[in-house]
């Protein structure tokens, strides 16, 4: 039982890149969230999913596109990479209140 | 919509003093209330959590958080801190019906010195 993973761990991208995010649970959670983590921000809901072909905006979905064509996997897309972007991914799922995370993404954006 | 505050943002403890870390929401109905720890290069754990009934919460490692209604706070304790709890904290909530995303306060950084 793994939990939450995801890939990669650390990205660089230069400013127009894009790249996907990848995100997925082995517990068989409905619910499943993206957040960034900023440095003296705490976390920010960037989208999240209810289930299968389910998703909806967070706080700042701005630049990022999200996609749940299955309940196990959340991709998290970045189309046009801005230094804006760069922060700390994490994934979350959860099957009631309690979530689960990742291990995190660390993007930077250059 | 639901906001949380943490009012420390660094803490500098030595190691057997006394924690407390406030944490205050605004939100005018039901919640559900979390601590989550984050250590040095890791993934977001669950400390405690409250979601209805005693509340004073105990969690892992000798932590506790006590929901005061009132007050809209959900501050975390522990009697008597270790250098391995040096880590960040984060208070999260949740409405207690409907939405199940988190909203998270900035977190607190705590340091404990051997």
């Known amino acids: 039982n793994a939990g939450v993973t995801q890939t990669p761990k650390f990205r660089i991208l230069k400013i127009g890149q894009s790249m996907t995010l990848q995100c997925t649970q082995d517990?068989?959670?409905?619910?499943m969230y993206w957040y960034r983590q900023d440095p003296g921000m705490g976390l920010k809901l960037i989208y999240y999913?209810?289930?299968?072909?389910?998703?909806d905006k967070g706080e700042v979905p701005n630049g990022y596109n999200v996609s749940r064509s299955t309940t196990e996997d959340f991709p998290l897309r970045l189309e046009l990479a801005a230094p804006s972007q760069t922060s700390v991914y994490f994934c979350?799922?959860?099957?009631?209140?309690?979530?689960?995370f990742g291990p995190g993404t660390r993007l930077t954006v250059t | 919509a639901q906001s949380v505050s943490q009012h420390n943002h660094h803490v500098i403890l030595s190691e057997a003093a006394s924690l407390e870390l406030g944490c205050n929401y605004s939100?005018?109905?039901?919640?559900?209330l979390f601590w989550y720890v984050q250590y040095p290069g890791q993934h977001l754990q669950l400390l405690l959590k409250?979601?209805?009934?005693?509340?004073l919460v105990k969690g892992i490692k000798g932590f506790e958080a006590e929901f005061i209604k009132s007050k809209f706070s959900f501050n975390l304790r522990k009697p008597s801190v270790q250098w391995s709890d040096t880590a960040e904290y984060f208070c999260?909530?949740?409405?207690?019906?409907?939405?199940?995303?988190?909203?998270f306060g900035s977190g607190t950084r705590l340091q404990v010195q051997p």
């Open positions: 939100y005018g109905g039901t919640v559900n």
């Open positions: 517990m068989n959670h409905n619910y």
């Open positions: 409250y979601f209805s009934g005693d509340p």
């Open positions: 979350a799922s959860s099957g009631n209140y309690e979530q689960y």
């Open positions: 999260a909530v949740t409405p207690g019906t409907g939405r199940r995303a988190l909203t």
């Open positions: 999913s209810v289930g299968a072909g389910i998703t």
